[in-house]
């Protein structure tokens, strides 16, 4: 089962609940629910937001590949996804992406949700640029 999805932040949120309840399963005896967020510092430049700019279709689409690929490499056949990416400006300490999974054990999930991410950010089919904290001289 596969949920993908970009989120129009001037539109929607990103929300934690909608992702517990997709993955939601008696079948499944574990469950892993990663919230990217935005950190203040990047490459040792202090960052107050990041506003991230996309191709819907072909991120959607590398998300569906992500998925098709993690099912061959991790053979892990039996399983809930759950991708979310936000597009627009997002503040410090905000989520920009939100990853569920939910597999019949742990080990799994972990593998599943590690792979799923690390494979988003290979990727770049978005863009992504920091907003950098400016300090004022006075003078």
């Given at each position: 089962m596969l949920h993908i999805k970009i989120i129009d932040i001037k539109k929607n949120k990103i929300k934690t609940s909608e992702a517990e309840e997709?993955?939601?399963s008696s079948s499944y005896g574990a469950s892993i629910?990663?919230?990217?967020?935005?950190?203040?510092i990047n490459e040792d430049k202090e960052v107050v937001g990041m506003t991230y700019d996309t191709h819907d279709e072909l991120v959607l689409k590398s998300f569906e590949?992500?998925?098709?690929?993690a099912t061959e490499k991790l053979k892990i056949t039996s399983k809930s996804v759950f991708i979310e990416h936000i597009k627009g400006y997002v503040g410090l300490g905000e989520t920009s992406?939100?990853?569920?999974?939910?597999?019949?054990?742990?080990?799994?999930a972990y593998a599943l949700s590690r792979y799923i991410i690390e494979e988003i950010k290979k990727s770049l089919l978005y863009g992504k640029k920091n907003t950098i904290k400016m300090n004022k001289v006075s003078g």
């Open positions: 997709f993955i939601k629910i990663f919230n990217g967020t935005v950190r203040n590949e992500i998925y098709n690929e992406v939100i990853i569920a999974v939910a597999c019949k054990h742990r080990d799994q």
